[in-house]
């Protein structure tokens, strides 16, 4: 059994930052490759950013490139999303994602555990 918990969202100016963070617990010692994704009010699900195991691959959208930078701390079993120059159409809640394949997937049902979400609402 693997869990998810992801936290720092809230209520932002457009052009600040926020600071994302995915807890993983459970089954641990599995070598998982990590994503984040976002689901906007009315729309789909659609990738962020995802992460290697190792942290040495990362693919983002491009919508994020250069905005965002995906990270993770393997010590803490932690993953992270770092947002600077947040946009009002970055709003939406953000969901980390995990599978076992080690490589950095774009694609949403490759992933096999997800978070339950953190909100982040940018205001212009």
């Known amino acids: 059994q693997v869990a998810l918990v992801e936290s720092g969202g809230g209520p932002v100016q457009a052009g600040g930052s926020l600071r994302l963070s995915c807890v993983v617990s459970g089954r641990t010692s599995v070598n998982y490759a990590m994503g984040w994704f976002r689901q906007a009010p009315g729309k789909e699900r659609e990738f962020v950013a995802a992460?290697?195991?190792?942290?040495?691959?990362?693919n983002y959208a491009d919508f994020v490139k250069g905005r965002f930078t995906i990270s993770r701390d393997n010590a803490k079993n932690t993953l992270y999303l770092q947002m600077t120059s947040l946009k009002v159409e970055d709003t939406a809640v953000y969901y980390c994602?995990?599978?076992?394949?080690?490589?950095?997937?774009?694609?949403?049902?490759?992933?096999?555990?997800w978070g339950q979400g953190t909100q982040v609402i940018v205001s212009a």
């Open positions: 994602a995990a599978h076992d394949g080690g490589s950095a997937i774009a694609t949403l049902t490759g992933y096999d555990y």
């Open positions: 992460l290697s195991w190792s942290g040495s691959r990362s």
